[in-house]
Nanobody, 121 residues
Framework: QVQLVESGGGLVQSGGSLGLSCAAS????????MGWYRQAPGAQRELVAT???????YYVDSVKDRFTISRDNAKKTVYLRMNSLKPEDTAVYYC???????????????WGRGTQVTVSS
């Protein structure tokens, strides 16, 4: 059974910084993609950032130059460093990992339970 456990998040003032982390556990042979999505109240879930197994990154335009995604393959952990936070970054942030549990199985998507990030103005 694969599980993703997120940590970090919380309340911060506008302009502040926060860090998120998400560790995978269970039987895993490879993690193709790691990433973060977010969902604000009344809005659709939005892709924030991803990082592939070879380190290629993607950021949604609204967070470029403010957020940094990184990963530690040995720890099966993805991180999101968020700087210069704005009130519009307020959302529940969900970890996402595209995982292969055995070499005989397909890639499967797993999600964390979400962690709240609130930025006050």
């Amino acid at each position: 059974q694969v599980q993703l456990v997120e940590s970090g998040g919380g309340l911060v003032q506008s302009g502040g910084s926060l860090g998120l982390s998400c560790a995978a556990s269970g039987s895993i042979v490879s993690i193709q993609v790691m990433g973060w999505y977010r969902q604000a109240p009344g809005a659709q879930r939005e892709l924030v950032a991803t990082i592939t197994s070879n380190g290629a990154t993607y950021y949604v335009d609204s967070v470029k130059d403010r957020f940094t995604i990184s990963r530690d393959n040995a720890k099966k952990t993805v991180y999101l460093r968020m700087n210069s936070l704005k009130p519009e970054d307020t959302a529940v942030y969900y970890c996402y990992q595209l995982i292969r549990r055995t070499w005989q199985t397909s890639l499967e998507a797993y999600w964390g339970r979400g962690t709240q990030v609130t930025v006050s103005s």
